[in-house]
């Protein structure tokens, strides 16, 4: 029973793959629609791939279908055994020049780039310098030379490079911002730099890259492009912040007893004093997700309180928020909810 359905079922599955993963992608989470110089480059360097890969295949086809009408076998003529050739120089410096040319062509602009990319922060270069510090599983972002520290959202100005000094707390991380740069490992033991440089204003995806833990795949964080000057407004915002200022509602004043006395500050460093264990929560009411995949409702946030675990498998947020009631945790979530020091939100955070 080999219908027409049958010959063709190889070809009727991979062509339906085909279309369902053309779905696949997020438009803040791809090299294909490039919003920085590092992306742009990376799109470059695939289109040249792809036009030499496709130019390759081409003459290996139209060699191959006239070899195949040409040389095959003819009626009449079965038994007779065409000239055997054995090696011909021409052709075979031919086919092995050819090739090292197009790897040429391929491999001296991607080792450009390749360096280029990672190029670290120029000395006496007066550029924004950020810190990034990933962690099973989230990222902190340290800008030392402005004394502002933040978490999981990376607050960047548009239009100038910004240099990157990445490090892991832990296991090795990768740092992939598709949309506006590439990727990047982010060790234990060593110190990698990349720049960065956001050429539109915009919310754009990271992800952790590398295979870090059960939770790996929930290791995401943002980076939120705004203009120079909602940036500048940004950091005087974060650096007037006061840790200690009462919050207005009575519930979130509870909240930010709560907070202290249940230990979460312990682990949760609050204005510009470097994180310890967990999360800077300074901007936390202005995150555009939070624990790297959570939209920041007040309920996601009173189910992550209780419990972390069932969120984010291995996560290290761990000891007192188990004895926190859910009463107690929805007065937490206030406080936390309310700690934006800043007005300067991305208009477009709930694009995805
Ligand atoms: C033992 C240290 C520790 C303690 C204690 C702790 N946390 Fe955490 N917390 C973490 C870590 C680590 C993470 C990051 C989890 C992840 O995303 O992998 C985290 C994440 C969070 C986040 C998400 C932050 C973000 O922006 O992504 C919130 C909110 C939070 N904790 C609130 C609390 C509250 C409230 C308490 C007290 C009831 C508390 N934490 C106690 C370590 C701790
Ligand atoms: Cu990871």
Redesign the pocket.
Known sequence: MKGWMGKFRVLFILGSTALVLSGCGLENLTALDPKGYGAQVSLDLIILSIVIMVFVFLVVMVIYTFVFFRFRQKKGQEDVIPKQVEGNKVLEVIWTVIPIILLLILAVPTVTATFDLAEGQPEGSDLLNVNVTGN???WNFSYDDLDVQT??DLYIPTGERVYIDMKSSDVIHSFWLPSISGKMDVNPENENTMFIEAQEEGVYWGKCAELCGP?HSLMDFRVVAVSPDEFDQWVTDMKNVDPEAEPETASAQEGKQL?SD???I???ALGSSPTA???N?TS?GS?TK???ILDPTKEN?VD??MD?ESI?PG???????KE?TEEEASK?ADY?LQLEPSEITPEDAESE
């Not at 996560?315 to 928020?321: E, F, L, V």
Request: net charge positive; with cysteine.
């Open positions: 099973q599983y989230w978490s999981q939770s907070f249940k230990g979460c312990s682990c949760h264990i967990g999360p929560l936390f995150r939070f624990a790297g946030l992550w309180i972390p984010k996560n290290k947020m761990t000891g007192n928020y926190v937490i936390l």
